[in-house]
């Protein structure tokens, strides 16, 4: 995901596996704040640019602890309340 915005964001709970270039490339002197994200075998560092705390695992030139249970083909269905839910590891 790239994003140019200067404005505040809340960008929390993604998850991007896979990119050519970076997962996550935030470059704007925003006042983005970033929790919960998980960014896995990107072809470079992530790059943000805010408040970015420990709950995050961004691409540093390796997979962290998360990336392994983002394996296999997705799974999509919807819940109950009409949410998209994405499930790894699932069959196509």
């Known amino acids: 995901m790239y994003n140019r915005n200067t404005g505040p964001m809340l960008v ?4 991007s ?3 050519e270039q970076r997962n996550f490339d935030f470059d704007s002197g925003g006042t983005s704040v970033f929790r919960n994200n998980t960014s896995c075998d990107s072809g470079s560092n992530d790059r943000v640019i805010g ?3 420990g709950s995050n695992q ?3 030139g390796s997979n962290g602890s998360r990336c392994s249970s983002y394996a296999g083909a997705l799974r999509w269905s919807f819940a109950p309340d009409g949410r998209l839910v994405v499930t790894f590891g699932g069959s196509r």
């Not at 929390?12 to 998850?15: E, L």
């Open 58 to 60: 961004f691409w540093s």
């Open 17 to 19: 596996v896979g990119n």
């Open 12 to 15: 929390s709970d993604n998850v």
């Open 51 to 53: 408040d970015s705390d």
